[in-house]
Structures are given as structure tokens and as C-alpha cells.
């Protein structure tokens, strides 16, 4: 099944004491690389969310964000250290004196003091974390690849019509052949008839001077390969695991041999059709790089 490498996906759950959000978002990249960012009480899990998450995706740079809702109040969600604010107060009554400056420190002034105030979090086993969060991890995970699954088919769709205007284009050369070498013989025959004069030259040698030329300008092997790549790349589209990077391959050896065929090429026509390959190749080349 073909995917995408760009995509989103997004899950969540909610309890008693929580909603937990699970997003993901990828671009292309040669590797899988994680970027996981988590609240920080649940830090500790993160190498189990990436585990989860390879079952999924096998290249991309996907970002993973998760956040938490918490619903827990109640007394003691909210502390003060009542000895450190007292600190506070002293020094701020010796510096006071000592400058001889006013006093005025005010209850609400302690907000703005670092650690005056915590929020205790409620305690939450580890167990308890992650089965709330793995469920949500691997439906984050499902939705992405939903969207990438609906993206790859698209990209399916138009880089096999690609592939069968291009297999069209490479019959096309491969019927010409035997007309260029026809007119190349008729041209050769004309010339030398026109040097020689009345004098005659063997049917054995033309013969031999064509076959040293037809040797040079034949697309057979180049043609027959570009076909043989056409029908792999088709035939990988309906290959379950990861094809992005063979079918990269796939182009460049496409590439080699449209080029070659392109320098080989014997008159207008062949030329302009080994140009229409050239562009395919391209188009399909920038499609594949989207392609896990």
C-alpha cells in the first residue's frame, strides 16, 4: 500500500480526570526521525510512544505533540512555603533598613516571587499514564496514516499514467529504428554512388558501413531496459511495504537510459520523444520523493 510522507493525523480521550491530545504531522525525509514532545510528567514514556509509533511510519520527520487536561482540584492541589516567603519577608526588611527605604511588601507581591507557590500535581501511577495514552498515541497514528494512505493513492494514480504515456513513448522509438536505419542506408548508398561515379562499390560493403553505424545509434538495449524499469516501478505500487527509496532508484536508472537514448537519437521525432521522457522522468522523480 502506497503512502505519503506528508500528513496529519489527531486523537483524543477524556476521563474523570483528563483529556489527553495526540497530533502528528510529517514532511518528507530520507530517514524516520521523531521529534516527540510531552508533558512533563509523562517524559519518562517517550521511548515507549516511538515504539508504538515505528509500528506505523517507517520514513518522515513526524512531530508528535501530546497535551494534557488536567480536571484533578481540590486542597493541597495548590502549596506555599511558608518558611521561603518568610525569607523573602526578612531580607526585604533588612534591605529596606538598610537603605532607609520604605517597607511596603504586600501579600500579592508574593505571587511574583520565584517558588513562593506550587502546583502539586495529583500522583498518577505510571501504568495508570500509559494506558490511557497509548490508545490515544496509536489512534493519532491510525488517523495519520489514513490521510497519507489518501495522498499516496492520488500520487498512485498520476505516476502510473505517467509510466504508460512513457511506455507508449519508448514503443514508439523502438518502431522507428528500422525506418532510420533504412534512410540512413538510402543516404549512405546515394552518397557513395555520388563519390564513386561510374564506379561501383559492393553490396557487402554498404552492408558493413551500415552495420558499424546502426551499432553506434541503435536505442534496442536502452529502450528494452527503459521498459523493463516502467513495468518494476508499476509492478512496486502494489507492494505492502515501504517503496519510496526503490523507486527512487527506479528513476535515476530511467534517467541513465532516456539520456543515453536521447544522444543516440537519429532524427527529429526520436529526439522530441526522448525530451517528452526526460520530462516524465522529472515530474516523477519530484512525485517519489513524497512517497514513504
Not at 110 to 131: C, G, K, M, Q
Not at 160 to 168: H, P
Request: charged residues 30%; hydrophobic residues 40%; glycine residues 4%.
Amino acid at each position: 500500500m502506497i503512502r505519503s510522507m506528508t500528513g496529519f493525523g489527531r486523537a483524543e480521550t477524556v476521563n474523570a480526570k483528563r483529556k489527553l491530545t495526540v497530533e502528528m504531522k510529517a514532511v518528507n525525509n530520507r530517514y524516520l526521525d521523531f521529534n516527540i514532545r510531552l508533558p512533563r510528567k509523562y517524559n519518562f514514556l517517550e521511548a515507549q510512544v516511538r515504539n508504538v509509533l515505528k509500528e506505523y511510519v517507517q520514513r518522515g520527520k513526524v512531530d508528535v505533540f501530546v497535551t494534557e487536561e488536567t480536571y484533578e482540584t481540590g486542597e493541597g492541589a495548590l502549596t506555599c512555603d511558608f518558611g521561603l516567603a518568610e525569607a523573602y519577608a526578612a531580607r526585604s526588611q533588612e534591605l529596606a533598613d538598610r537603605l532607609h527605604i520604605a517597607f511596603d511588601l504586600t501579600a500579592s507581591d508574593f505571587l511574583r516571587l520565584p517558588d513562593i507557590y506550587r502546583v502539586r500535581e495529583p500522583e498518577t501511577s505510571e501504568e495508570e499514564l500509559w494506558a490511557m495514552l497509548e490508545p490515544v498515541v496509536r489512534g493519532a497514528a491510525e488517523s495519520f496514516n489514513e490521510a497519507r494512505t489518501l495522498e499516496g493513492g492520488k500520487l498512485k494514480k498520476d505516476i502510473i499514467a505517467k509510466l504508460t504515456g512513457m511506455r507508449e513513448n519508448v514503443r514508439a522509438i523502438q518502431a522507428m529504428e528500422p525506418e532510420i536505419m533504412a534512410a540512413y542506408r538510402d543516404k549512405l548508398t546515394a552518397k557513395v554512388e555520388e563519390l564513386l561515379g561510374e564506379r561501383t562499390l559492393e553490396e557487402s560493403q554498404i552492408a558493413a558501413a551500415v552495420v558499424i553505424y546502426a551499432d553506434k545509434i541503435s536505442t534496442d538495449e536502452e529502450t528494452v531496459r527503459l521498459l523493463s524499469h516502467i513495468d518494476q516501478m508499476i509492478a512496486e505500487f502494489d507492494k505492502a511495504e515501504s517503496i519510496g527509496r526503490k523507486l527512487d532508484f527506479l528513476t535515476q536508472e530511467m534517467n541513465r537510459e532516456a539520456n543515453t537514448t536521447l544522444s543516440k537519437a537519429g532524427n527529429l521525432a526520436t529526439s522530441n520523444i526522448g525530451i517528452a521522457l526526460k520530462t516524465d522522468i522529472e515530474k516523477i522523480r519530484e512525485q517519489i520523493q513524497n512517497i514513504e
